[in-house]
């Protein structure tokens, strides 16, 4: 009986502690100051070696994902491979479960998990700069899907800073039954500060400055000054184009979260808490009150996707 030899990587997907957005940039996209938190709601992505690029996705997160070459988890195999001259045969699955479209960079998650696990399916030793180039070329949240921690992000949110992290913060995160999509939620913010007469271009708009506050919080891991430095300017936007997000936001709140705030451009809702404790209770009552489909127990920060081997007996 033959061996097969397949790499299993955890993929962690982010929220954003804060998200300040700029004007947008000639190139189209926004000046950004982002800080990333990697928690622990992951996707587990498997590869295995195949004669063609083949993608599967499962899991309770499957809806709405391609199984095919526009999956941004084929298109990180691919650019690996022509990097390095190589075939892409490579059977990729995705078990799914951050939320898709939930602001939480599930698509970039993938592919962070994608480079890394194909670098050790085909054994090349790529050290982390060059699998950070080739993360940067695949999306702007994909460089601090592979660096995991904690992180301020400029630029387009690609531009990394290491932020130290003082304590375990503990997270409860409110699925919507429906996605943001992020291009539209940045069009609408553009398009309201158009109609309100203010500068919406990067030249009109001062780029935004990293949070202070927030970065002292979590060095010192105070999560109750955490929780009052949380901003996100895409929230009042997301709101505005879904007001149920408001019903979930107060009911988190009211049931005894230190915070709730919006995934990056939405439509998931991330909740601080106190401990694992609170975060049960939280997350019960967000179920049992119907403003949310599903709430899924966190932690953060987690490190970035790591390479796991598995070796089982049988076909390929
Ligand atoms: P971000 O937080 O980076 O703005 P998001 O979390 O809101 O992104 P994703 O779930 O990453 O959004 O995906 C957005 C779209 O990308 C999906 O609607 C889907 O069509 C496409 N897509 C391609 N590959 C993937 C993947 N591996 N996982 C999820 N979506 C993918």
Redesign the pocket.
Known sequence: MSHVRSIAVRAPAKVNLQLGVGGRRDDGYHELASIFLAVSLCDRITLTAADELRVT?GGPGAV???ADG????ARAVELLAKKCGLHPGVRVH?D?H???????????A??AGALVGCDALWKLGLGRPELMALAAEL???VPFSLQGGAAFGSGRGERLTVLPVGATTHWVFATAGF????PAVFAEQERRRRSAGRPWTARGIPSPRMSRKLVDALAAGDTGALADALHNDLEPVATSMRPDLTATLRTGTDAGALAGIL???GATVGFLVSDGHRARTVAEELLSSGTCASAHIACGPVPGPEPEEIITTGEN
């Open positions: 996705v709405g994902v391609p526009s999956n941004i988890a995705i799914k951050i939320p898709v479209q939930g602001g939480m960079a599930g698509g970039s993938d592919a999306g702007s949240d996605g943001l999509s992020t995934c990056g451009s």
